[in-house]
T-cell receptor, first 111, second 116 residues
Framework: LAKTTQPISMDSYEGQEVNITCSHN???????ITWYQQFPSQGPRFIIQ???TKVTNEVASLFIPADRKSSTLSLPRVSLSDTAVYYC????????????FGKGTTLSVSS | GAVVSQHPSRVICKSGTSVKIECRSLDFQATTMFWYRQFPKKSLMLMATSNEGSKATYEQGVEKDKFLINHASLTLSTLTVTSAHPEDSSFYICSAFLAGGPDTQYFGPGTRLTVL
């Protein structure tokens, strides 16, 4: 499993765009990049997943360069409710593979 | 969307007792479910993989006789913490794998276990 490295914490203000970068130098050909969000005392929630280039949904965008050794989760115009821990995971494209969580990035949004 | 529930949401028990935690996939069938535990301000740690109709696969360092896992149906997996001790106090989270994408898992809301 590819190891991921992301900042331990980030601070932002409401209305700003937040970009969280994750390094995964040993990503394999069949791996996907997945991001989860977790609020205190709740289970993680799927945010976005991608393989290459750019993926966008109603919540976030995911940018993946051609070499796929890193990825950036972009949260547009954050609000206080976006304060959470964000986990970057590299997931093998194989049915039923367990997710291995790293330390995650604690995002704190202030007013 | 896919929903996973856990019951109970929190439980307090005395040391030495056993506690059962249920994980259900409400609107889909899950042949594979996973159990994690999470200590305060720490990341999730995978405990075991639960497969319907077969024995669970435990991660290294997880005592299978202490954390009994049963996956008797396609929508229910249970984790029983036997002879619980204060050090077993933690946040236990399950997830269920839903086929249809590159490994999409859906997580339950978690169960807070406190052993006195």
């Amino acid at each position: 499993l590819a190891k991921t490295t992301q900042p331990i914490s980030m601070d932002s203000y409401e209305g700003q765009e937040v970009n969280i970068t994750c390094s995964h130098n040993n990503i394999a050909t069949n791996d996907y990049i997945t991001w989860y969000q977790q609020f205190p005392s709740q289970g993680p929630r799927f945010i976005i997943q991608g393989y290459k280039t750019k993926v966008t949904n109603e919540v976030a965008s995911l940018f993946i360069p051609a070499d796929r050794k890193s990825s950036t989760l972009s949260l547009p115009r954050v609000s206080l409710s976006d304060t959470a821990v964000y986990y970057c995971l590299v997931v093998l494209n194989q049915a039923g593979t367990a997710l291995i969580f790293g330390k995650g990035t604690t995002l704190s949004v202030s007013s | 969307g896919a929903v996973v529930s856990q019951h109970p949401s929190r439980v307090i028990c005395k040391s030495g007792t056993s506690v059962k935690i249920e994980c259900r996939s409400l609107d889909f069938q899950a042949t594979t479910m996973f159990w994690y535990r999470q200590f305060p301000k720490k990341s999730l740690m995978l405990m075991a993989t639960s497969n319907e109709g077969s024995k669970a696969t435990y991660e290294q360092g997880v005592e299978k006789d202490k954390f009994l896992i049963n996956h008797a149906s396609l929508t229910l997996s249970t984790l029983t913490v036997t002879s619980a001790h204060p050090e077993d106090s933690s946040f236990y989270i399950c997830s269920a794998f839903l086929a249809g994408g590159p490994d999409t898992q859906y997580f339950g809301p978690g169960t807070r276990l406190t052993v006195l």
